[in-house]
């Protein structure tokens, strides 16, 4: 076997444009997908109707039990289908893999963050609740103070483990042709036939973002573990938000 490590090294400043993008669809994925994630983890842990319930239910649904490889293809291609999606003004962005790409990696990590945080908000014990409540704090006030705050503490590995996954599904937008990290190594590929020592750096430059990923994931719960979220003490501690 004909191992060039030249090729490795030669190959690197093209990867690491690569990982660029990559490393910038994962962290706005990451931030969108987040908002998102919020309102209907929320809504999916406070119960209510089922007209109500529907809705987070079916979007869960959907993209849990998915291929993310699949949900790209359906914004890529098969929203081009459509001559009212071509005319509209979100034509110019449907059009690009780049926007595609990052649509589907948004709605897909949402609802794996939102199933997480719905979790985390139920395991929040009723004692805390409780005496939020006894102290005069309103719902809105519980959940957004209380709840969600203790829900994130909770749910931060399990919410780290959804990132890492996203860092490496990343990897399936270079099936439309998105220049990523992984689809930076099939051009180098194509280019000189040599996959072992290609694939091999894209591989060492994954376990470098997720290895850096998970320090900073354990930083932030060696912080959280030591600052333990303040419940009101004050009467005016439960005034308006």
């Known amino acids: 076997m004909d191992f060039s ?14 990982a660029v993008l990559t490393a910038e669809l994962v962290t ?4 969108i997908g987040f908002f998102i994630a919020v309102p209907v983890g929320v809504l999916r842990s406070i ?10 239910w079916s979007y869960i649904f959907f993209f849990r039990g998915t291929p ?6 359906l914004i890529y291609y098969g929203l081009s ?3 009212a999606v071509r005319d509209s003004l979100l034509w110019s962005l449907l059009r690009d893999s780049y926007w595609c790409a990052l649509i589907a990696f948004t709605l897909n990590t949402a609802a794996y963050s939102a199933e997480i945080l719905r979790g985390s908000i139920v395991a929040v014990p009723a004692g805390e609740v409780e005496a939020a409540h006894a102290v005069g704090m309103t719902r809105r006030q519980v959940i ?3 709840v969600l705050p203790r829900a994130c503490r909770m749910c931060l590995p399990a919410y780290g483990n959804e990132i890492i996954f ?7 937008a270079s099936a439309i042709t998105l220049a990523e990290l992984t689809g930076s190594a099939n051009i180098i590929i194509a280019r000189t036939y040599k996959p072992l020592e290609v694939l091999l750096a894209a591989g060492l430059i994954y376990l470098v973002m997720i290895y850096g990923l998970t320090l900073a994931l354990k930083m ?22």
Do not use: C, N
């Open 5 to 18: 490590l030249d090729l490795m090294i030669s190959s690197l400043p093209h990867l690491l444009d690569g």
């Open 28 to 31: 706005l994925s990451v931030i």
């Open 47 to 56: 119960g209510g109707p089922w007209w109500i319930q529907a809705l987070p």
């Open 68 to 73: 993310l490889l699949i949900q790209i293809f």
């Open 81 to 83: 289908q459509f001559e």
């Open 144 to 146: 957004w103070r209380i």
């Open 166 to 172: 996203l860092i490496k599904g990343s990897a399936l």
């Open 220 to 241: 932030v719960e060696r912080y959280l573990s030591i600052t333990p979220p303040r419940l009101p003490i004050r009467a005016e501690d439960t005034g308006p938000v």
